[in-house]
């Protein structure tokens, strides 16, 4: 009885875990202004790609360009790399 009380209580512990990643997860593919924040900054200042002001067509060549730049080009899923164009043309 009580082996099934720990599990069931470790079960919801994981669930509890599992749900919370899911919803970083959501947040962050979903924020294209806090990708640029974290991930296009390592080489130069956001003040580089603020200052910028491309048109859609720029942004995907120049964030490709990036991605490709060494090890330390940003690596981006798809639906990362289309949150962040739409928020580079909105700025
Ligand atoms: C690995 C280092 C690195 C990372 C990470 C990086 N950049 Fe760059 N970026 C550079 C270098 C080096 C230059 C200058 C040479 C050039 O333009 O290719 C540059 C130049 C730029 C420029 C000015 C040139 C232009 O074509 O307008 C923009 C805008 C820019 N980066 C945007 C971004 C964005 C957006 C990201 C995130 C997706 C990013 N960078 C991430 C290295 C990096």
């Known amino acids: 009885m009580k082996k099934m009380i ?3 209580l470790l079960l919801g512990l994981m669930a509890f875990v599992l749900m ?3 919803q ?3 947040l962050g593919a979903g924020s294209g202004e806090s990708i ?3 991930r296009c900054t390592a080489c130069h200042g956001i003040g580089r790609v ?3 002001g491309h048109d859609r067509a720029r942004w995907n060549s120049t964030v490709r360009r990036m991605m490709g730049k060494s090890n330390f080009g940003p690596k981006l899923s798809d639906a990362e790399f ?3 164009i739409e928020y580079l043309v909105s700025i």
């Open 82 to 84: 289309e949150a962040l």
């Open 50 to 52: 603020e200052r910028a």
């Open 24 to 26: 970083v997860r959501e």
């Open 6 to 8: 720990l599990s069931s």
């Open 36 to 38: 640029a924040q974290e």
């Open 20 to 22: 919370q990643g899911f």
